[in-house]
């Protein structure tokens, strides 16, 4: 067979081979949107908001702008109803999300897991779930309820504060109107120490503690000073720390499913790096080493009471009934391994 013609026909064949590389690229670059919504519950005023922002800005740097995420605050994409967020982003109303436990907790029951009273206790504690299999486990069960779970983040500790009164006893929670995340082992919670809690958002909350609809509510002391409910007659903390708030950082599948491998490694390891800063920046004035967010919320006028472990005692005693039905509806196994892990935690595994 002549030389020329095996060369000609080589040269076709690749061309044919390489024929549909070109098109699969072509498609998939087509397939990138212009913009990712990315919703948070609040702003870059928040730890919270900034983990987000952080994340939007690395991966639009590390892709070149081939990932151009926007941040929509307020969970504006849903007319403000966080409990439906998660619920959103698999649907494909929300690209992405740095979303909350306990707003997700709704459509994933294990979420409630870090709302148990008391459960995590500290840092450590906190960092022994969500760092270790227990947490391993929580994203595969997130990503089986419908989105990818990328890293975690974190909302912090939520203590109580009130207009009215000091709260160092249950019996001083008795009477008093608090505002409620819209989970019902919230209601459940507030409830059994004889409040009258009343589920709302946080865009309906802070002009309720305003008018004085209601008189108290629960968040982390970065979401107190960054708020300003200091200025919404909150006069009133008690740090009890009874229930964690982490995030996660999550996307859409059929967004993830869109991406190449490459955008996809470097979205998670960007989300991994965020979530880190973010951990950092929330828990920032509130380590042994560094209590100084205790003295920012004192210097506003603010009377801040610190339970000791027999305060809390009295809590959890009468929470009991409370964490035992929730143990039963988030899986009793589940909770055993959570509870062994914050044991090791504190050295008394």
């Known amino acids: 067979m002549d030389r020329r013609f095996l060369l000609k026909a080589s040269a076709v064949g690749s061309a044919a081979l390489a024929a549909p590389l070109v098109v699969t690229r072509a498609a998939h670059a087509q397939a990138y949107k212009n913009e990712y919504k990315v919703s948070t519950v609040v702003g870059t005023a928040f730890p919270w908001g900034k983990?987000?922002?952080?994340?939007?800005?690395?991966?639009?740097?590390?892709?070149?702008?081939?990932?151009?995420?926007?941040?929509?605050?307020?969970?504006?994409?849903?007319?403000?109803?966080?409990?439906?967020?998660?619920s959103a982003m698999r649907q494909g109303v929300i690209d992405m999300a740095v979303g909350s436990t306990i707003n997700w907790s709704p459509q994933v029951r294990e979420l409630n897991l870090f709302s148990l009273p008391f459960l995590a206790r500290d840092h450590a504690g906190l960092d022994a779930i969500t760092q270790g299999e227990v947490g391993q486990q929580m994203m595969k069960v997130v990503e089986k309820a419908g989105v990818v779970p990328l890293a975690w983040g974190e909302n912090g500790f939520r203590e109580v504060t009130n207009s009215r009164r000091e709260i160092r006893t249950p019996a001083d929670m008795k009477g008093l109107k608090f505002r409620v995340v819209g989970s019902p082992i919230f209601n459940d919670t507030f409830s059994a120490f004889g409040a009258n809690p009343t589920q709302m958002s946080w865009a309906d909350a802070q002009p309720a503690l305003a008018s004085g609809a209601v008189e108290g509510q629960e968040n982390p002391l970065h979401i107190f000073t960054a708020a300003k409910l200091h200025t919404l007659s909150q006069k009133f903390v008690t740090r009890w720390g009874y229930v964690a708030d982490p995030l996660i950082f999550a996307a859409n599948r059929e967004i993830w499913d869109s991406w190449t491998p490459q955008d996809r490694d470097i979205v998670r390891a960007a989300a991994v790096e965020a979530g880190k800063q973010e951990i950092a920046l929330t828990r920032k004035g509130l380590t042994a080493n560094d209590m100084s967010m205790i003295k920012?919320?004192?210097?506003?006028?603010?009377?801040?009471?610190?339970?000791?472990?027999?305060?809390?005692?009295?809590?959890?005693?009468?929470?009991?009934?409370?964490?035992?039905?929730?143990?039963?509806?988030?899986?009793?196994?589940?909770?055993?391994?959570?509870?062994?892990?914050?044991?090791?935690?504190?050295?008394?595994?």
């Open 296 to 349: 920012e919320v004192e210097g506003l006028g603010v009377k801040v009471t610190e339970l000791s472990e027999s305060d809390k005692q009295a809590f959890k005693k009468v929470i009991q009934p409370v964490y035992e039905k929730w143990s039963k509806q988030i899986g009793t196994d589940l909770v055993k391994r959570a509870e062994a892990a914050v044991a090791a935690s504190r050295g008394k595994a």
């Open 51 to 86: 983990g987000a922002e952080i994340w939007i800005n690395l991966v639009r740097e590390r892709t070149q702008g081939r990932i151009n995420m926007k941040l929509y605050p307020g969970v504006s994409l849903i007319n403000g109803d966080q409990t439906r967020e998660f």
